[in-house]
């Protein structure tokens, strides 16, 4: 059964401060692997999608790596700001399945 | 551009009761899901629809229906609500397997 954990589970950074946020599956039979934001009381809001044959995706000031053979995905925001404070999110999805699994999410303060 | 819009926004139950959460895309989305999401838990997928006129169950479906009505539209019926099903609920919808997917604003849903 696949497994998506990420740490840490809070984060709080000073503005202007470049970060990783962390996330593993224990299953390398992905399809692919999605990185969501969720503000407080909100829905989630995709913001990278990686394809098993991707190593990275970019955009703006994120970037998101996979690395399949060590089960690890990164996301990389550069320059972090206030508005940056939400709840990041991985999934992952798997071949012949709608499921996507998720990790239970990284809560970043970025603080002024 | 509203995406996935859902009602209604905040609802309490009485053990016992029904109810039936409405969700619809604008997007021409094939396949719709819904999820809902526990502290602790993370998000789990209840049911989702490939296609119109297709439903499958997810993760967690045991004490829910779904009906695609159309391609626009997939509603989720409780029909004999418990606590344990308080929670928030989110429907999401995506072009098909393997593509980003697109949330709703989420169902407050509590029953005592």
């Known amino acids: 059964k696949q497994e998506v954990t990420q740490i840490p589970a809070a984060l709080s950074v000073p503005e202007g401060e470049n970060l990783v946020l962390n996330c593993s599956f224990t299953?390398?039979?992905?399809?692919?692997l999605q990185w969501f934001r969720q503000d407080p009381g909100k829905g989630l809001t995709s913001l990278l999608l990686i394809q098993s044959s991707q190593r990275e995706q970019t955009s703006g000031r994120l970037n998101a790596s996979l690395d399949k053979s060590s089960g690890r995905s990164t996301l990389y925001i550069a320059a972090s700001q206030p508005g940056d404070s939400a709840t990041y999110l991985c999934?992952?999805?798997?071949?012949?399945?709608?499921?996507?699994?998720f990790g239970k999410g990284t809560k970043l303060t970025v603080n002024p | 551009n509203a995406g996935v819009t859902q009602t209604p926004k905040f609802q309490v139950l009485k053990t016992g009761q029904s109810m039936t959460l409405q969700c619809a895309q604008d997007m021409n989305h094939n396949s719709m899901y819904w999820y809902r999401q526990d502290p602790g838990m993370g998000l789990r997928l209840i049911y989702y629809s490939a296609s119109e006129g297709t439903t499958d169950k997810g993760e967690v479906p045991n004490g829910y229906n779904v009906s695609r009505l159309n391609k626009r539209e997939f509603s989720l019926r409780l029909e004999s609500a418990a606590p344990s099903q308080t929670s928030v609920y989110f429907c999401?919808?995506?072009?098909?397997?393997?593509?980003?997917?697109?949330f709703g604003e989420g169902s407050w849903l509590t029953v005592v």
């Open positions: 999934a992952v999805g798997q071949g012949g399945s709608e499921k996507l699994v």
């Open positions: 999401a919808s995506s072009t098909g397997f393997g593509n980003t997917i697109y």
């Open positions: 299953d390398s039979a992905i399809y692919n």
